[in-house]
């Protein structure tokens, strides 16, 4: 069992950057596909990016590839999700998310956080 918590959310211009963070406090993510997902009000929780905790392997959804970067720090049991480029579109609560076996973020499954806001203003 593990038990993400995320910061790093906040208010940015379009065109800027934020990094989000995702520790484990309870667990750890080293068994897992350790994620990024995203709500925005009245839509659908979204598939943002995942990481291999074990290789480092990394997929990314569409929309984000080449303005995003996901990446791990094992020894501090510790998630990133560098966001450049932002667009108002990307306005969302980013959700961290653990789940086991490849392929498992496209069920939606697994452990999460509570969630930080995401605002991108025009």
């Known amino acids: 069992q593990v038990q993400p918590v995320e910061s790093g959310g906040g208010l940015v211009q379009a065109g800027g950057s934020l990094r989000l963070t995702c520790t484990a406090s309870?667990?750890?993510?080293?068994?897992?596909?350790a994620s990024w997902f995203r709500q925005a009000p009245g839509k659908k929780r979204e598939f943002v990016a995942t990481?291999?905790?074990?290789?480092?392997?990394?997929v990314y959804a569409d929309s984000v590839k080449g303005r995003f970067t996901i990446s791990r720090e094992d020894a501090k049991n510790t998630m990133y999700m560098q966001m450049n480029s932002l667009k108002p579109e990307d306005t969302a609560v980013y959700l961290c998310?653990?789940?086991?076996?490849?392929?498992?973020?496209?069920?939606?499954?697994?452990?999460w956080g509570r969630g930080t806001q995401v605002t991108v203003s025009s």
């Open positions: 998310n653990a789940c086991s076996g490849h392929g498992c973020w496209k069920r939606i499954e697994g452990y």
């Open positions: 309870i667990g750890t993510f080293s068994p897992y596909w």
């Open positions: 990481v291999n905790w074990n290789d480092g392997s990394t």
